[in-house]
C-alpha cells in the first residue's frame, strides 16, 4: 500500500475510525484500524466487537493512490501521529517486515503493523428495505430519551433504546424502570416487517455524535443480531441485545385525575434551584404541591436549610396534588422538551407521573414518584 | 444584617470568595463565607488557614443596605444558590434562631447560620512599603515559572516559588531539582529590605487566576510568615514556607561548549510529536543530535516503532552534540517563552541544558539530561 493524502482528510475520517475503538480492549487487534486502499479510495475500518466503524474517503479526495493494498495499524498511534503533523501531504507507504513509514518533510514515522488477516471480517451487509429517517429527526429522537436507559448490567435489556416499529408508527423507548422515555415518529411509509430490537446505548450515543449533516437521510439496516447505520461517508453496525423488552405502554395511563400546564423554562430552573437542598443519598427528594393557580416546589436538609420555589400553574380541574419525586429524574425528563409550555399529568400521589409538551404527545416522559412518611 | 443586592454583582464577588474554600476541609467554619455589612459597603472573606481572601462590594453598586451586621454561612451553598438565581435584586436578611432568608419574586432559601465570633481573625495588614508591579508583569512571570515547582511534599521548599529581592533585582524562582525555571524583573525602586521568601504555588495559582485588569498594579505586602497581595478590590493572603531555598544561580553556568539557535514552535512541534513514541515510566526520553546546521530529534518505543524529526538550526561554533531529555520537561519549558527563537545551550551531554529567548535572558530555563546508555 502506497498513498499521499492531505493530513486534514486524513484525520476527518481518522476521527470517526478512533470512535470504533475501546481504550480498554485487551485484544491487540481491536485496538487497530485497517487501511483499504483501492483504486476508488482509502476505507478505514475499526471494531471493539461491540460497535463497528467503516469510512470512506474517495479518491477525488486523495492527492494519489500509487499502490493499492491493505495494512492494519494502532489506532491510537496512527491517530495520534496524524493529528500532531502539520496540515501538509502525508506520505505513508508499506515497507518491508510488515512495517509502514509515515512522512512529511521534516517528520519520518516508522511503525510495526499486524497481519491484514488477522483482522475481523465486518460483514457490513445491507437489506433491501432500510428503515430511513432524516438525521436531525432521528438524532432528536434519541437524544430526548436515551438518558433514561439503564447503566445497571443486571437487566441487560433495559442498557439498551427499544426501536419498535407497527405499521406506519416508529416507538422509541428507554427505561431504567425507575423512569421511561418514549419518542414516537410517524414514518411516511410502513416496512413490510415488524421491527422490535434493542440497541445498546453506547453505541447509538457514538452514532449522534458521529450525525453532522441534518437535512440528509440515515439508513438503519435491520438484522436479527444487529444493526447497520449508513450515512454519509459512514457505516456503522451495532450488536443488539438479546431479550424481551417489557411492555412498556401498558405503564402509561390514558386518564388522569389532575393535569396541570405550565412554562418549561421557570419549572426547570426551580427545580434546579430546589434540588440544591437536596441529598444524593436520598435520591434528591423534592416536593411539589399546587394550591389554586401555584405549585410550590420544597426541599430541605435539616442541617443546612430548606427552600420554597413558587410558579404559575393552570389546571384542568379543582383537585389539588401533594407529591414527591427525584429533581434529578425531572429535570432529565423536563429539559429534552422543545417546547415553552409542558404537561403534566398526575393520578394522586402514589401513581407514576407523565410529562409531555402542552400541544403534542410524541415525546412521553414517566417518573415514578416517591413516597415520603 | 439586612441588605438587597443584584445576583450579578454579588455572584462575581462570591466567585473570588469561593476560591479560599477548600471542599476536603473538615473543620466547618472553613467551609464558610463571612459577610460583612457596613454603611461603606459588603465585605465577604473566606480561609482554609492557607489562603485567605477578602472581597469588596462598594456601597454605589448595592441595592440598599437596610441594616448593618455580619452574618457567616456555608461557602458551598450561598454560592450555588446565588448562582442559580435569576439576575435580579435578592434580598438577605438575618432572622432569628441564626438563621439567613434568602429571597427573590419566586424564591425563598432559610440557610442555618454559624456563629461570626467563631470565624477566624484574618490580620489582613498592610506594609508600608509593598513591591509594586503591574498585573500583566507578574501575572506572566509567574507562569511562565510555577509549572516548574515539585510537587513531592517531602522537600516542601520546592513546593512554593522563591521570590528574591537584592537591589533593584527581582528574582522568581521554581525547580523541583530536576529542572528550573527563573524569571528576572527588573523593579523600578529597590526596597529598603531585601527579600527572600517561598510562596506555596498553590496559592500563586489562585492569586494569578484572579488577575484581570492587566493595566493596573498589584501590590505584594511581605510579612515574616505571610505575603497579603492587593490589587482591584481584592485582597489575599498567604502563609509562607518556611525554610532555605536552595541556591540555584550556582547551577547556572555562565559558559558553554555549544549554543544553538532554533525556531521555539517548530521545535515544540517536532518534540510533540517524537514525544508520541515515548513512555510516561520511563520518562518520555528523546534523543536530540545535531550534524551541522540540522538537529534531529529521535525517540522509540520498540513494539511500536519509531520516529525522527528534522529541525533546522543555527549553532555558535562547529562542536556537535548527542544529548537525551524528557520530552515533557522540554516542552513545558519552551512553550513558556514569548518569542519566535530560542537558544539552546549546552556544556556536554551530562550537563544541565539552559534555555533562553534568542535575544534575552530575563527567563532561564534548565533542565537536567538523562543519561542512556
Redesign the interface.
Known sequence: MKIKIKQKVLLEHLNYAIKGISSKNLIPILNCIKFELTDEGLYLLSTDNEIAIKTFIDKDKIDSIDEVGELVI?GK?IY??IR???DEVINIEEVIDS?VLITTQ???????CIDPKEFPNLELEYVNEPLVLKQNVFKSAISQIIFATSTQESRPVLTGVNFKIVDNLLECTATDSYRLAKRKINLSNSLSNNVDIIVPAKNLNEVIRMLVDDSKDIELHIFVNKVVFKFGSLIIMSRLINGTYPDTNKSIPSSFTLKINTNLN?LY??I??AS??TNEEEKNIINLSTSGDIAYITSNIP?????????SIKKNNDEEIKIAFSSKFMMEAIKNFDCDEIEISFNGEIKPIIITASNNDELIQLISPIRTF
Open positions: 494502532s498511534y495520534e501521529i500532531k503533523l502539520s512495517q521534516s517528520s519520518s514515522f516508522k511503525l510495526n421557570k430552573n426551580a434546579d434551584r440544591l437542598l442541617e443546612i436549610g430548606n427552600v420554597e420555589e413558587k410558579i
